[in-house]
């Protein structure tokens, strides 16, 4: 699915990413833990083809290279980034953002575009399903949403849009326990075998809910360890310095 | 066609031409072309005298210069003030008579006349040049007692009317463009909505220009007696050319008591390329007249056209408890140039005004907006909210904002807020990362900041408009 080799990230000549190896294949579900600032959101935010970094390294997706390829092409390849700061747009609606969204998405496919009617079906299941109230979706795109709401419509975004590689930065910061089980449903439902999934996270309670295959520790720009399940509760207890 | 060709035609496709015999005044401007006019028109005496005498003052007046966009000296002798299909010269009685070939040109702007008249709930007035070609659902609103008909049938058959009311809004001293669109304005639409009469549907008129070196100097006067509403739009295309053609309109609107007039703008007439070569110098001067109490008039305007926008869209609000709105978009990409605004004149107590104005500006373009609050001494408990947001993409472009407030009494209020800002990268960014390019994203962002204004248009315009301003951005960022 994924290749990342030797990749290394700078803005403004500050070296943030250093020389990142990692590999996710399909049907795997890796999370990233790591101090603030140590990069992670940089790490999503590169994969999703952001401009404004200095990138050397190489990103093999599903076979193919990168580094040329535009934000919007990556999307429409699959790879999805739930943010860590979802960004209000005013006047936006967020049912029509979403189906431009859904609908470049499968023009880019060749498949054909969904209506109105069809497209509100789809909304109202997915959500159903999730225990999110449709109602934000009739809403300007974030804005005025609490912050569990936004991260909740990220999550409903990443169902509507059925990526195969989907990066949660954070979501489930800031979320009371009944919003971090949706998102935990939103990720568990949607797992099979050829989608995988990449979560950052600060804290073990959502692995207790999203079971990782494997967990990465990033720390000043670089992954410094890598493990399984017990990895996430062993730093919830000791920290990060005890690695350094 | 050329490659070069398809480009063109993708960035502005009502820019092709309609081949067709026409006749014309003589080259110039002169007291016998405006003879030949009222003429050719069959107008009685007292309309000529009254373009007489809007000539004469002409000559004694100058053309306006205080604008922000600059623009090469006219030259008004080398201007052709008629042109009218041949075949339009006796106006037909109904559709089945038009001429096909302007049948066709209305279908190919994206107005099928004959299918419209069947399926659509829109009355729509077609001037093309400077005539009028056809009206459709004249019978239906002849009904109600509504006059829907193209300004110069007005002048015939209910002079009365136009006696009393055309130039009582925009005196034909008013300023330069004003008085010269007085002595030689061709064709336009004429409204009248009689007392308590609610009309049915929207009315519209779609303004061609086809001929070249052709000025368009339309004319409209709408009506609304009291207790009436009536919603109007019109909508502008011309074709693509290198030279820059004059379209000097002058908008009378009169609400009496209780009435209420939405009048709405699609204005996309031709830009210019984006050398900046060509496109229409639209110098418009709208006005309307709150004259009656609790009377209200509502101006929309979506402008992405022209090389040249110079409007300000006015309400005088003369009536006690009567209300003025102005809704403005005006997009500017590449060369093009606007100064537009309005003018809202409180003379009534417990009048209200609100105007809401949003800006875009991309290429190398420039956007200015400039407005008058004028509250009247006698316009006790007035009150005005201004709100006008300007948008940047790139750094090569200009936005100003000038208003102009002159509060003359202690019982009124005027708020007046302002924004400037960059098109947002994040936003773009997080666009960008649910599939959608760069054009789709602007388009949406661009939306979403215009709003409050679209969401102002009639259904059966708003979706066109929203597209339009996705259009009128394409190549502005990236
Ligand atoms: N555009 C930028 N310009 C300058 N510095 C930046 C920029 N983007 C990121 N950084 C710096 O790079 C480092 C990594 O930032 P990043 O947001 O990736 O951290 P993070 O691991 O996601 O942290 P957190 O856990 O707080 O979300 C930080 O020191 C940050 O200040
Ligand atoms: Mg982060």
Redesign the pocket.
């Known amino acids: 699915m994924l290749k990342i080799k030797n990749l290394q990230a700078s803005?403004?000549k500050?070296s943030?990413l250093k020389g990142l190896n990692l590999t996710i294949k399909p049907g795997e579900l890796h999370a990233i833990m790591?101090?603030?600032?140590?990069?992670?959101?940089?790490?999503a935010n590169v994969l999703s083809g952001k401009n404004?970094y200095k990138i050397s390294g190489e990103i093999i997706f599903e076979g193919e290279n990168l580094n040329d390829i535009p934000i919007e092409k990556r999307a429409q390849k699959g790879i999805f980034l739930a943010f860590?700061y979802p960004l209000e747009i005013p006047g936006v609606n967020t049912n029509i953002f979403l189906k431009t969204s859904l609908n470049s998405i499968r023009k880019s496919k060749g498949k054909k575009e969904v209506d109105t009617l069809a497209f509100l079906k789809l909304v109202k299941e997915k959500s159903s399903e999730l225990g999110i109230d449709e109602k934000i979706l009739s809403r300007q795109l974030n804005v005025g949403f609490s912050g569990g709401e936004k991260k909740k419509n990220e999550i409903l975004q990443m169902k509507i849009l059925d990526p195969v590689f989907s990066i949660l930065d954070?979501t489930d910061s800031g979320l009371d326990i009944d919003a971090l089980k949706i998102i935990a449903k939103g990720v568990n439902s949607s797992r099979d075998s050829k989608k995988s999934f990449l979560v950052i996270t600060?804290y073990q309670r959502l692995l207790d809910y999203i079971k990782p295959d494997f967990v990465h520790v990033?720390s000043d720009g670089k992954i410094i360890k890598t493990g399984c399940g017990e990895l996430a509760e062993e730093l919830e207890k000791t920290g990060y310095s005890k690695l350094n | 066609m050329k490659s070069t060709e398809i480009e063109k035609a993708k960035e502005y496709k009502y820019g092709f031409t309609t081949d067709i015999e026409s006749i014309k005044a003589p080259k110039g401007l002169s007291k016998e072309v405006i003879q030949f006019i009222s003429k050719i028109k069959k107008e009685p005496k007292w309309m000529l005298d009254w373009r007489l005498k809007a000539f004469d003052r002409l000559k004694k007046m100058k053309e306006p210069n205080w604008q922000k966009p600059k623009y090469p000296k006219i030259n008004y002798q080398e201007l052709y003030y008629y042109s009218a299909p041949k075949s339009a010269q006796d106006k037909p009685k109904s559709l089945d008579e038009v001429d096909p070939k302007l049948l066709e040109t209305y279908a190919k702007l994206g107005i099928p006349l004959k299918e419209q008249e069947k399926l659509s709930g829109v009355a729509v007035d077609a001037v093309f040049d400077s005539v009028s070609v056809a009206t459709t659902f004249k019978d239906k609103l002849t009904e109600k007692g509504i006059i829907f008909c193209p300004i110069s049938e007005a002048i015939k058959k209910h002079p009365d009317l136009v006696k009393k009311y055309l130039g009582s809004v925009i005196p034909i001293t008013d300023h330069y463009f004003a008085t010269l669109n007085s002595a030689v304005f061709t064709d336009g639409s004429f409204v009248y909505i009689p007392e308590g009469v609610r009309c049915p549907m929207e009315l519209s008129t779609y303004f061609r220009i086809n001929a070249s070196e052709t000025g368009q100097f339309e004319r409209t006067l709408i009506i609304a007696d009291k207790g009436s509403y009536v919603s109007y739009l019109e909508g502008c295309t011309a074709p693509m050319r290198d030279e820059n053609q004059l379209h000097a309109a002058n908008v009378e609107l009169i609400a009496l008591d209780d009435a209420e007039i939405k009048y709405s703008t699609v204005q996309n007439w031709y830009p210019g390329d984006e050398n900046g070569k060509g496109g229409i110098y639209n110098f418009v001067t709208k006005r309307g007249a709150c004259r009656g109490k609790n009377s209200k008039i509502s101006w929309t305007q979506v402008e992405t056209g022209s090389a040249i926008t110079w409007k300000y869209p006015s309400c005088i609000l003369q009536g006690d408890n009567s209300v003025g709105e102005f809704y403005s978009i005006a997009i500017t990409n590449n060369h093009q140039k606007a100064d537009t605004g309005t003018k809202m004149i409180h003379l009534g107590k417990n009048t209200k005004s609100k105007i809401i104005s949003k800006g875009i500006s991309a290429g190398k373009a420039d956007n200015t907006y400039r407005g008058l609050v004028d509250i009247n001494k006698k316009a006790l408990n007035s009150r005005n909210y201004t709100q006008c947001d300007s948008l940047l993409m790139g750094n090569k472009c200009g936005a100003h904002t000038v208003p102009y407030i002159k509060n003359k009494n202690s019982s009124s209020v005027v708020e007046h807020e302002a924004t400037t800002s960059k098109i947002n990268e994040e936003q773009l960014y997080y666009c960008n990362q649910r599939g959608l390019n760069q054009e789709e994203a602007v388009s949406l962002i661009v939306n979403g900041f215009c709003k409050e204004v679209l969401q102002q248009l009639p259904m059966e315009f708003a979706v066109e408009a929203q597209k339009l301003v996705g259009i009128s951005l394409e190549g502005s960022v990236g």
């Open positions: 803005v403004d500050k943030i790591g101090p603030n600032g140590s990069g992670k959101s940089t790490l404004g860590q954070e600060h990033l």
